[in-house]
């Protein structure tokens, strides 16, 4: 059964902006950490942000004053802002919850920015 589904990823310009979205349906959502990473062709999955059930927010530094992230605990949602996109921000988006007993990954919303 899938617990994180994203949504919202679709081709865009160089300099344009897109909003993601992942719905949970995991129990826990609303105390555990959550967050965003992704996956280009070829590379090594990467950190993008996280959010914890305190509101703190974590960036990588590639995304940082362009990307926001943030949550609905009443709807079980995630989202991520992204402006000021880039070709380089292409690639898979993946949403991901933090769990003590393991992590929780969604099937992944593809993200394609063209120059």
């Known amino acids: 059964q899938v617990q994180l589904v994203e949504s919202g990823g679709g081709l865009v310009q160089a300099g344009g902006s897109l909003r993601l979205s992942c719905a949970a349906s995991v129990s826990i959502f609303s105390i555990s950490t959550v967050g965003w990473y992704r996956q280009a062709p070829g590379k090594q999955r990467e950190f993008v942000a996280t959010i914890t059930s305190g509101l703190s927010t974590n960036y990588a530094d590639s995304v940082k004053g362009r990307f926001t992230i943030s949550r609905d605990n009443a709807r079980m949602m995630v989202y991520l802002q992204m402006n000021s996109l880039k070709p380089e921000d292409t690639a898979v988006y993946y949403c991901?919850?933090?769990?003590?007993?393991?992590?929780?990954w969604g099937q992944g919303t593809q993200v394609t920015v063209s120059s």
């Open positions: 991901n919850l933090d769990s003590w007993s393991g992590d929780y």
